[in-house]
């Protein structure tokens, strides 16, 4: 994925974000300013709101860094060249240059992710309790929980197992290690990315023609992402089974 901004580099590893990614920081801030501070803080001004939304925004982007550059670091550790971690409109990004040695590489990788947006949250969520219990600022306990939650979201739903989700790496790595076949693995991971990105789509849709719920929008675009990755992953992997078959017969010709 383009960076729009650079943002420098982390351990070595260049970190950018998208355009897109203002429209998620947008929406998140909203949420918080608009929705869950009037409702759980009541009494908080509005610009205040809209402050600690903002705030609320950034260390939840800062948690998406964290998620990937976990990724990043322990591919890196089991020789993965990473090219480089971007923020984007649906999240974050890693990409890598190598595949995964091994299945065991491939399910520490993935799960790298996910164990950290757990950590994140169990982090906030042992401030909120601790400032809570100090009588501190119901507002920032507010935010707190907001971050402890959105946190805990992202690594279930990164979990589900369809590529090119975390969880689609934990079913190819665990299929993989299982019958040895490495292509096959992400093909069923990639197979069932697709049904995700199906059922996403048509949850999505429902969410909006029959309940009248505008971020069933958002739902259909999430399932639209997942299955054009998943179609290209698929792609990739076949392109990459056929050009291992072709190399033999190359070989005999020379
Ligand atoms: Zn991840």
Partial sequence: MKQTLRLGRVAGIPIGVHWSVLVIMVLLARSLATAVLP?????????????????????MLLSLLAHELAHALVGRHFGIRVERLTLWLLGGMAEFRDEPPS??????????????????????????????????????VVVLLWLTTI?????????LPGAPLD???????????????????????VRVGHALGVTL????????????????????????????????????????GDAQRQQPKTGAFR
Avoid: K, Y
Avoid at 113 to 134: D, N, Q, R, Y
Avoid at 151 to 159: C, G, R, Y
């Fill in 103 to 140: 299945a065991r590489a491939d399910l520490l990788v993935a799960g790298a992710g996910p164990l950290t947006s757990v950590a994140a949250a169990v982090g906030f969520g042992s401030v909120a309790v601790l400032l809570s219990a100090a009588g501190g600022p119901v507002a920032v």
């Fill in 201 to 240: 789509i048509l949850a999505g849709l429902v969410e909006v023609v029959i309940f009248g719920l505008v971020d069933g929008l958002w739902t259909a675009l999430v399932g639209w992402f997942l299955l054009m990755a998943a179609g290209a992953e698929g792609e990739s992997v076949r392109s990459r």
């Fill in 167 to 189: 969880g689609g790496r934990v079913l190819r790595a665990a299929l993989w290690w299982w019958h040895g076949d490495r292509a096959r693995a992400a093909l069923t991971a």
């Fill in 151 to 159: 946190n805990l979201v992202l690594a279930v739903f990164n979990l």
């Fill in 39 to 59: 409702a759980d803080a009541p009494g908080t001004p509005r610009p205040v709101a809209w402050l600690f939304g903002a705030a609320g925004a950034l260390l």
